[in-house]
Nanobody
Framework: QVRVVESGGGSVQAGGSLRLSCAAS????????RGWFRQVPGKEREGVAS???????IYADSVKGRVTISQDNAKKTLYLQMNSLKPEDTAMYYC?????????????????WGQGTQVTVSS
């Protein structure tokens, strides 16, 4: 069972910044692959960023250069720093983990995830 608590979502204007956090239980944080995906109602889920337990990162092209994923192993917490936000970034953001295989944002969609945190960017 995945135990994560996501926070940090909110409403911002275009060009603004938000930092999402994902606090995980010890067992959940032990997963090899961690990251974030997002979903807009009526649209397919989109992997945003992934990070391995060793710190290797991959970003979706749509957010590359604007988003940074990081982790604090002591706190068992994952972060997603989002800058230069655009209205098209509006979505529910989910913290996800996956225990095996290659780690990438899209592969997180087949993993386990939390309840999500809403990000709304207005123009």
């Amino acid at each position: 069972q995945v135990r994560v608590v996501e926070s940090g979502g909110g409403s911002v204007q275009a060009g603004g910044s938000l930092r999402l956090s994902c606090a995980a239980s010890r067992d959940t944080y032990s997963a090899f692959c961690r990251g974030w995906f997002r979903q807009v109602p009526g649209k397919e889920r989109e992997g945003v960023a992934s990070i391995t337990s060793g710190g290797s990162t991959i970003y979706a092209d749509s957010v590359k250069g604007r988003v940074t994923i990081s982790q604090d192993n002591a706190k068992k917490t994952l972060y997603l720093q989002m800058n230069s936000l655009k209205p098209e970034d509006t979505a529910m953001y989910y913290c996800a983990v996956r225990r095996g295989g290659f780690c990438s944002p899209q592969r997180l969609l087949a993993g386990d995830w939390g309840q999500g945190t809403q990000v709304t960017v207005s123009s």
